[in-house]
């Protein structure tokens, strides 16, 4: 082919330049390019986007050493030699990374093959930040995040943002370089990368909101498995423990079950004892396998991660989805279940004869609100003599008709004992409720004098009560004691997390409803057989705060 040929095609096919005029370092050795699987993945969307004839706009979320920042600056080498007046910005979260990522490209300068050199217009450094094709007019910047000025103030097309999550002040320096690209040109580039590192931060917000669709980023995830290179050839005598068979099954990928080879496992374990000292959870936060695990495993979360796996592995489907109606009968009550994919009842078992339940409510004010995402309403049901979650309800209703949903299902399973946070909107629900329905939850207040009691229905969450409920929950996934079956209640579970101000719940804008349910629901099972509690209410305690 043609050198003309060969660059008229680099322009237009990234793999093809990457591959064809680019070298790369690793082992202390030159080496043509290859394409590895992550780094297909990472074209794969970019491509998707271009023939959508939309900019690129990509959020990546990485494990280590996959080679996708080295993809990025291919791709940003390619547009600047390629293209005239373009202007490249480079962003990494210290001055060694951005020093790393500099010689990334001055590298592909330096070993551009013989004869391919004079093709493309020469390239200058006027100092270590900046690699200018003087012949194009086109340049690239390379700043660290620490300058929260970075890019301000100029016209950039294409930005490479590395290990975001780390940056000091993300939403800011993120606000003044997203302002200098112009979104209607499509030969723009916005590529955002990271590792994670924990729950909330602008990192993990992006996420999110490119998983809800709330943005025209294409969200790309690579797990560990999913790179060749993460494989060893076991000895012979290599045999698995049971919590690796647990792994073995674990992940997902593109929605399909995946299963890990003994090589993969292999070499997963030698990572694990070699390089992470020992230490499960910084291999997972370094090497996770979803996205929920890379972010839980590098936030300070409340639940035992590894527990909540080995529960979530026998977790059984569905029986039904949809609504609960009531009739009155001469018998007592009849109960109808409607099938329907967009209900807020899911049940995993039927009532059986003779088995006790309880349930708890967490209560919210049911109303969607345009300016904010407000709470769900969600309901817990477990079997006693299993503790396992048999219903689960979960939707945005009026208070005023939650006591009804509640009654219906307490009925349905054998008159099951209740209880229902009563803070703020949930005082309505119990009021109705003592009215209507015999076996409520039941505590005796002490006054501030400690001399007059009294009783009072319905479950309050204090300073107090809450890590009670917290901690009795945890206690039962620590051990194994609760069977979970809904996945929202184990995503709630993976995220709910230790705040740096102390504070425990879920990231924000998140929701943490169906962990309060399941962790009332586990108190409901404490009390059921006993006496009413007796609380003593600090002048602390609010009835109107949500903790």
């Given at each position: 082919?043609?050198?003309s040929?060969?660059?008229?095609?680099?322009?237009?096919?990234?793999?093809?330049?990457?591959?064809?005029?680019?070298?790369?370092?690793?082992?202390?050795?030159?080496?043509?390019?290859?394409?590895?699987?992550?780094?297909?993945?990472?074209?794969?969307?970019?491509?998707?986007?271009?023939?959508?004839?939309?900019?690129?706009?990509?959020?990546?979320?990485?494990?280590?050493?996959?080679?996708?920042?080295?993809?990025?600056?291919?791709?940003l080498?390619?547009?600047?030699?390629?293209?005239?007046?373009?202007?490249?910005?480079?962003?990494?979260?210290?001055?060694?990374?951005?020093?790393?990522?500099?010689?990334?490209?001055?590298?592909?300068?330096?070993?551009?093959?013989d004869?391919?050199?004079?093709?493309?217009?020469?390239?200058?450094?006027?100092?270590?930040?900046?690699?200018?094709?003087?012949?194009?007019?086109?340049?690239?910047?390379?700043?660290?995040?620490?300058?929260?000025?970075?890019?301000?103030?100029?016209?950039?097309?294409?930005?490479?943002?590395?290990?975001?999550?780390?940056?000091?002040?993300?939403?800011?320096?993120?606000?003044?370089?997203?302002?200098?690209v112009?979104?209607?040109?499509?030969?723009?580039?916005?590529?955002?990368?990271?590792?994670?590192?924990?729950?909330?931060?602008?990192?993990?917000?992006?996420?999110?909101?490119?998983?809800?669709?709330?943005?025209?980023?294409?969200?790309?995830?690579?797990?560990?498995?999913?790179?060749?290179?993460?494989?060893?050839?076991?000895?012979?005598?290599?045999?698995?423990?049971?919590?690796?068979?647990?792994?073995?099954?674990?992940?997902?990928?593109?929605?399909?079950?995946?299963?890990?080879?003994d090589?993969?496992?292999?070499?997963?374990?030698?990572?694990?004892?070699?390089?992470?000292?020992?230490?499960?959870?910084?291999?997972?936060?370094?090497?996770?396998?979803?996205?929920?695990?890379?972010?839980?495993?590098?936030?300070?979360t409340?639940?035992?991660?590894?527990?909540?796996?080995?529960?979530?592995?026998?977790?059984?489907?569905?029986?039904?989805?949809?609504f609960?109606?009531?009739?009155?009968?001469?018998?007592?009550?009849?109960?109808?279940?409607?099938?329907?994919?967009?209900?807020?009842?899911t049940?995993?078992?039927?009532?059986?004869?003779?088995?006790?339940?309880?349930?708890?409510?967490?209560?919210?004010e049911?109303?969607?609100?345009?300016e904010?995402?407000?709470?769900?309403?969600?309901?817990?049901?477990?079997?006693?003599?299993?503790?396992?979650?048999?219903?689960?309800?979960?939707?945005?209703?009026?208070?005023?008709?939650?006591?009804?949903?509640?009654?219906?299902?307490?009925?349905?399973?054998?008159?099951?004992?209740?209880?229902?946070?009563?803070?703020?909107?949930?005082?309505?629900?119990?009021?109705?409720?003592?009215?209507?329905?015999?076996?409520?939850?039941?505590?005796?207040?002490h006054?501030?004098?400690?001399?007059?009691?009294?009783?009072?229905?319905?479950?309050?969450?204090?300073?107090?009560?809450?890590?009670?409920?917290i901690?009795?929950?945890?206690?039962?996934?620590?051990?194994?004691?609760?069977?979970?079956?809904?996945?929202?209640?184990?995503?709630?579970?993976?995220?709910?997390?230790?705040?740096?101000?102390?504070?425990?719940?879920?990231?924000?804008?998140?929701?943490?409803?169906?962990?309060?349910?399941?962790?009332?629901?586990?108190?409901?099972?404490?009390?059921?057989?006993s006496?009413?509690?007796?609380?003593?209410?600090?002048?602390?305690?609010?009835?109107?705060?949500?903790?």
């Open positions: 082919m043609e050198l040929q060969s660059i008229q095609r680099a322009k237009v096919d990234p793999q093809y330049f990457c591959e064809k005029l680019l070298k790369i370092v690793f082992d202390g050795k030159i080496h043509d390019w290859v394409y590895n699987t992550p780094q297909e993945m990472v074209l794969e969307a970019r491509l998707k986007q271009e023939r959508a004839g939309k900019p690129v706009r990509l959020v990546i979320i990485k494990a280590r050493r996959e080679g996708v920042s080295t993809e990025i600056q291919g791709w080498f390619q547009k600047l030699t390629t293209s005239p007046h373009r202007m490249g910005m480079v962003v990494s979260h210290e001055q060694d990374s951005a020093d790393e990522i500099a010689e990334i490209s001055r590298r592909f300068w330096d070993l551009l093959p004869g391919k050199k004079p093709s493309i217009p020469g390239a200058k450094l006027p100092h270590t930040k900046t690699l200018i094709f003087d012949k194009l007019k086109s340049k690239l910047k390379i700043e660290t995040a620490n300058d929260i000025n970075a890019g301000r103030s100029m016209a950039i097309d294409y930005i490479h943002a590395s290990e975001v999550a780390f940056w000091r002040n993300a939403e800011t320096l993120m606000l003044g370089l997203l302002s200098c112009n979104d209607k040109d499509q030969d723009t580039m916005v590529i955002i990368e990271s590792t994670a590192n924990g729950l909330g931060g602008w990192f993990y917000d992006i996420v999110q909101k490119t998983l809800n669709g709330e943005n025209d980023y294409e969200l790309v995830f690579l797990p560990w498995f999913i790179d060749q290179r993460h494989q060893s050839e076991p000895p012979a005598d290599f045999a698995t423990t049971p919590k690796e068979e647990l792994i073995r099954k674990k992940y997902k990928w593109l929605g399909e079950k995946v299963i890990l080879t090589a993969q496992l292999y070499w997963r374990r030698q990572t694990i004892k070699n390089k992470c000292n020992g230490d499960e959870i910084k291999f997972n936060q370094e090497n996770p396998g979803s996205v929920d695990e890379a972010f839980v495993y590098s936030g300070r409340r639940f035992h991660q590894d527990r909540l796996v080995e529960i979530e592995t026998e977790a059984k489907p569905q029986v039904f989805r949809g609960i109606h009531e009739e009155t009968t001469l018998d007592g009550f009849k109960h109808k279940l409607e099938a329907n994919q967009h209900g807020y009842l049940l995993y078992e039927k009532p059986q004869a003779q088995i006790d339940y309880v349930l708890f409510a967490d209560v919210s049911g109303k969607e609100v345009k904010r995402d407000t709470d769900y309403s969600s309901i817990d049901v477990l079997r006693c003599d299993t503790l396992e979650q048999v219903a689960h309800w979960h939707g945005r209703i009026g208070p005023e008709l939650l006591d009804n949903e509640i009654i219906k299902i307490a009925r349905y399973y054998n008159e099951a004992f209740v209880g229902v946070e009563k803070n703020n909107m949930g005082y309505g629900v119990v009021a109705s409720l003592k009215d209507k329905y015999h076996k409520l939850y039941i505590n005796i207040v006054d501030k004098n400690g001399k007059e009691t009294t009783r009072e229905f319905g479950w309050r969450t204090t300073l107090k009560t809450k890590p009670l409920m901690n009795g929950l945890a206690e039962v996934i620590n051990n194994k004691e609760i069977k979970i079956n809904h996945p929202g209640t184990f995503e709630e579970c993976r995220r709910y997390s230790l705040h740096p101000d102390g504070t425990l719940g879920a990231p924000q804008g998140q929701h943490d409803d169906r962990v309060i349910s399941l962790a009332g629901a586990v108190q409901m099972y404490l009390h059921s057989y006496k009413p509690e007796e609380i003593d209410y600090d002048d602390e305690d609010d009835d109107d705060e949500d903790y």
